[in-house]
């Protein structure tokens, strides 16, 4: 189920950015009076799902859930329509409008995306705004994976900037330390204020270690409900008690209870619980993964800040957000060509997309992440690669500054080069996912 709620997410997503992009170039081909023969969310080689046909326009559905087009008449795309080409061109093709003309419809594409992530973060804001905890809240300190710990990080640490910058969003602090390729953390340990250098080569291992939760907070263990057929229920552990020692062992934190109790694992121990004033002593038996079943509740620990906007305040912060989301984007690709970092070993497909999406269905992360998506798919689609929005970018570039166009048959050539480069990134992609899904690394 959990797959398919997933699987859902990303067709419903995939789809408003297909259809918005092609949109794009639809409107924009309409507007400079170009004939569009073809309008298709997914691509549909040998058959069509469905299809109707309005105007001069066939209007369909395809099979193959990759993406999707539009056809404009004499133009050289993934169709490689060389009969068409062959024909002397007529007033109402692609090829005869004036070049100014033909990039406007060229950039179509990816100015809706980047208007529709706009939209989306404008509406999330006006909605819901934006709730955030405050790094200087994080008053126990953080809990850091084995990763984090080889970074110089410890549980406890406070963090108070990162490369000399203060990061007023904790959430943003991951973020911060790889997309900036961080040099020192500079942390709170034991009342004393201490730099941490990040290692040189590190990012790479913390890019391929792939955890979003290589830092988190650190939170008591406090328990707030239980799960199915819990251990710790059966042995008489109630909601609202704090576990606060493991077999004689005091703690305080979550994050200590889970290291100390893998060497129990198996076996009968008794575990303190602080309740009402008192101290208890519960004998439980570990069970073999070391899950007790219970919950906790991290929000009830720390003040988080909530930004309420109005309908008007929200379009310039919806606008700012786009634009950080633009630049963060372009990082990553930054990262990805990265010779230190190898970036690329960490590229993912549709696989790794999907997985981003929440195991329940929730309207607000959908909407984020399909904000994150059409900005990701505004830059890809903009790249100078021949076949994609940015090759043709390029070639009208030159044909303006040139003025002299490249030849047909160059065009075509290019585009079957730009079609391997894409089908090489996706084998690329799907060849992680692959090793990604037999190592156990997708939930």
Do not use: C
Not at 32 to 56: A, Q
Not at 107 to 117: D, E
Not at 354 to 372: E, H, M, R
Not at 401 to 427: C, H, N, T, W
Request: charge should be positive; glycine fraction near 8%; hydrophobic fraction near 45%.
């Amino acid at each position: 189920m959990v797959v398919l709620i997933k699987a859902l997410q990303l067709i419903l997503s995939l789809s408003i950015l297909v259809i918005v992009h092609e949109f794009g170039h639809f409107i924009a081909a309409k507007i400079f009076k170009t004939r569009v023969e073809k309008f298709y969310l997914f691509f549909n080689p040998g058959f069509s799902i469905f299809k109707f046909r309005k105007g001069e326009t066939e209007y369909g559905l395809g099979w193959l859930p990759l993406g999707g087009y539009v056809k404009i008449s004499g133009m050289i795309d993934e169709s490689m329509d060389k009969e068409q080409m062959k024909q002397p061109p007529q007033p109402h093709e692609f090829r005869a409008k004036p070049a100014w003309q033909r990039l406007i419809i060229m950039l179509g594409g990816v100015t809706m995306n980047v208007i529709l992530a706009i939209i989306i973060y404008v509406g999330m804001l006006s909605a819901w705004g934006e709730q955030y905890l405050p790094t200087s809240q994080v008053k126990y300190g953080i809990t850091v994976d084995s990763m984090a710990q080889q970074m110089g990080l410890r549980n406890g640490d406070k963090i108070l900037s990162v490369n000399g910058d203060k990061v007023e969003v904790f959430r943003n602090i991951p973020g911060k330390i790889i997309l900036d390729e961080a040099e020192t953390i500079t942390v709170k340990r034991d009342g004393k204020v201490k730099t941490i250098t990040i290692p040189d080569g590190f990012l790479r291992k913390l890019i391929k270690h792939n955890s979003p939760n290589f830092i988190s907070v650190r939170i008591p263990f406090e328990v707030n409900g239980f799960a199915k057929n819990s251990v710790a229920r059966e042995a008489g552990i109630e909601k609202g008690d704090k576990i606060v020692g493991i077999d004689g062992e005091q703690l305080r934190f979550l994050d200590q209870f889970k290291d100390k109790v893998k060497k129990y694992k198996g076996e009968k121990v008794d575990i303190k619980v602080a309740r009402n004033g008192d101290t208890l002593s519960v004998p439980l038996n570990i069970p073999d993964n070391g899950i007790i079943g219970v919950a906790t509740n991290p929000q009830k620990y720390f003040n988080f800040k909530t930004r309420r906007y109005s309908f008007f305040e929200a379009i310039p912060a919806g606008t700012v957000k786009a634009y950080e989301g633009v630049g963060n984007y372009l990082k990553q690709l930054r990262l990805l060509f990265s010779p230190e970092v190898k970036a690329y070993e960490s590229v993912g497909s549709f696989i790794t997309i999907g997985n981003i999406f929440p195991s329940q269905w929730d309207w607000q992360p959908f909407w984020s992440l399909t904000a994150f998506l059409s900005i990701m798919l505004a830059i890809l689609n903009i790249l100078p690669i021949p076949a994609l929005d940015g090759g043709h970018v390029m070639f009208l570039m030159y044909e303006i500054i040139a003025r002299r166009k490249p030849s047909d048959k160059f065009l075509e050539y290019a585009q079957i080069v730009g079609m391997i480069i894409l089908f090489s990134i996706l084998i690329l992609a799907l060849g992680n996912d692959i090793l990604r899904v037999i190592e156990g690394k997708f939930s």
